[in-house]
């Protein structure tokens, strides 16, 4: 399986300021037919669903606020929050769709100093 | 609209079975690739399984910690996504989710809003 690891575990950020969260894939997640990284990132807050922020690494799913961004490619991804709200308080996490196991990051929580 | 509407969850002693139902709406279920994942309390995702499609093979995969223990299955005429988990250990509590996911022609991704397993004796 690909083990997916996110940095860091948990991220206080003062309200206007940037956060970025890593992630990092045990191996490559860029699919060479299609030049597609097979990577997801997700918002969860308490009680609720995850909701999905970015496909395909970088593309920002329809409604998602353009302050999130993703990039990235290969083994080395992350999540750009450029000026954080305080509606952004929630767990990412990182999400592979490559191989036929699917696998998530353990989850970054993100808080406001 | 798409729908997905988790049902089945409870209070299961260990080594019991439970099975796990997902009502579908708003999308044409036969398609699509339906996926179970699940977390535990105050932990994070955990991707459980998944079936493919009838018209793809109608195949399953699972996650190590679950396979040989649940079967995930469909039925088509009722829209509905099964998860049947037997020889349910503690570590199996957790709220289950049922996701829709479709990657092309493009990308789409529905949750439900998931249905708590208890195993505890």
């Known amino acids: 399986d690909i083990v997916m690891t996110q940095s860091p575990d948990s991220l206080a950020v003062s309200l206007g300021e940037r956060a970025t969260i890593n992630c990092k894939s045990s191996?490559?997640?860029?699919?060479?037919?299609?030049?597609?990284?097979?990577l997801a990132w997700y918002q969860q807050k308490p009680g609720q669903p995850p909701k999905l922020l970015i496909y395909?690494?970088?593309t920002r799913e329809s409604g998602v606020p353009d302050r999130f961004s993703g990039s990235g490619s290969g083994t080395d991804f992350t999540l750009t929050i450029s000026s954080l709200q305080a509606e952004d308080v929630a767990v990412y996490y990182c999400?592979?769709?490559?191989?036929?196991?699917?696998?998530f990051g353990q989850g970054t929580k993100l808080e406001i100093k | 609209e798409v729908q997905l509407v988790e049902s089945g969850g409870g209070l299961v002693k260990p080594g019991g079975s439970l099975r796990l139902s997902c009502a579908a709406s708003?999308?044409?279920?036969?398609?699509?690739?339906m996926i179970w994942v699940r977390q535990a309390p105050g932990k994070g995702l955990e991707w459980v399984g998944r079936?493919?499609?009838?018209?793809?093979?109608?195949?399953?995969d699972y996650a190590a910690p679950v396979k040989g223990r649940f079967i995930i299955s469909r039925d088509d005429s009722e829209n509905t996504l099964y998860l049947q988990m037997n020889s349910l250990k503690a570590e199996d509590t957790a709220v289950y989710y049922c996701?829709?996911?479709?990657?092309?022609?493009?990308?789409?991704?529905?949750w439900g809003q998931g249905t708590l397993v208890t195993v505890s004796s």
């Open positions: 996701q829709f996911t479709n990657h092309a022609p493009a990308f789409v991704d529905y």
């Open positions: 708003g999308f044409t279920f036969s398609h699509a690739w």
């Open positions: 079936i493919k499609s009838k018209a793809e093979g109608g195949t399953t």
């Open positions: 191996q490559s997640v860029l699919y060479s037919s299609d030049n597609k990284n097979y």
């Open positions: 395909w690494a970088s």
């Open positions: 999400h592979q769709y490559y191989t036929t196991q699917w696998t």
